[in-house]
C-alpha cells in the first residue's frame, strides 16, 4: 500500500526526528535504530524535513490573538482547543510551516497542534506517563510514544518494507549508497514505513472526529480534510 506524503500528520511528524532521539530513554541508541527513527519520521516528507528546522520557527507570527477562551478548533461539535491553549502551546514542540501565507501557515499550526492532541491521547491511553511525575509533561510524553512507536518494527516483515521501497523510492534515494549498511537500510525502511502507517491512522482520527478549525480562511470554518 502506497502512504502519500500527505497531511498534518506527516507535516508534524517529519519536524521531530532530532527530538525523539533526544527523549529516548538513557539517550543511547544503537546506528540502526537511530536510523530507523530518523527515517520513519523524516522519510514519509523528506522535502520538508530536509528544508524546515522547527527550530527557527517564528512562532509570534502564529499566535492567535483572539480573547483566550475563543475555539479555534472543534470536535465532534465540541470545543477541542481554544485560543490560550494554542497559544501556550506554541514553542513546546516542533512545527513543520512550509504555507508562506501568514493565515496558512496559522491554520497549519493549529492542525498540527491537533495531530499532537490526537498522540497525547494514543499515549495515555497506552499507559503512558511522565517520568518527572508531572501530569504536564505533555511533550515528553508524546515524544516517548512517537519514538517507540516508529521503532516498534516487529510486525513489518523484509518483503512488506522492500514493497513500501519501490512504491515510494523517490523518498529513500539516501539509503542507495554503498555506505549504508544493509541492515540499516532495512531498519530504516521499516521504520518508514511505522512512520507512515501511524500518519495515516492519525489523519483518519481526524476524519473520524470530524474536526473542524474554526480560522478564517476564505470567510467560513475550514473542515480538516487534508
Avoid: H
Wanted: hydrophobic share 45%; with cysteine.
Amino acid at each position: 500500500m502506497v502512504f502519500p506524503a500527505r497531511g498534518s500528520a506527516r507535516l508534524l511528524l517529519a519536524a521531530v526526528p532530532s527530538l525523539v532521539a533526544a527523549c529516548s530513554a538513557g539517550g543511547e541508541r544503537d546506528d540502526a535504530t537511530a536510523a530507523a527513527s530518523a527515517a520513519a519520521t523524516a522519510g514519509s516528507l523528506p522535502s520538508v524535513a530536509m528544508a524546515v528546522d522547527p527550530r527557527n520557527v517564528d512562532v509570534a507570527k502564529l499566535r492567535v490573538a483572539d480573547p483566550g477562551d475563543r475555539v479555534v478548533v472543534q470536535a465532534r461539535g465540541r470545543p477541542f482547543i481554544r485560543a490560550e491553549e494554542y497559544n501556550a502551546w506554541l514553542g513546546t514542540y516542533p512545527l513543520a510551516i512550509t504555507d508562506a501565507d501568514e493565515a496558512g501557515a496559522q491554520r497549519q499550526a493549529v492542525d498540527q497542534m491537533v495531530t499532537f492532541r490526537l498522540l497525547l491521547d494514543r499515549a495515555i491511553a497506552a499507559g503512558y506517563r511522565s517520568k518527572a511525575g508531572a501530569a504536564s509533561d505533555a511533550k515528553s510524553i508524546v515524544l516517548r510514544y512517537l519514538g517507540d512507536q516508529v521503532r516498534n518494527v516487529g510486525g513489518v516483515s523484509d518483503a512488506e518494507a522492500e514493497r513500501y521501497y519501490e512504491e515510494n523510492r523517490e523518498m529513500f534515494r539516501a539509503l542507495d549508497t554503498p555506505e549504508v549498511p544493509p541492515e540499516i537500510r532495512l531498519a530504516a525502511l521499516k521504520g518508514s514505513l511505522r512512520g507512515a502507517q501511524l500518519a495515516s491512522q492519525l489523519e483518519e482520527n481526524k476524519k473520524e472526529a470530524d474536526v473542524v478549525i474554526l480560522l478564517p480562511a476564505s470567510g467560513s470554518p475550514e473542515r480538516n480534510q487534508e
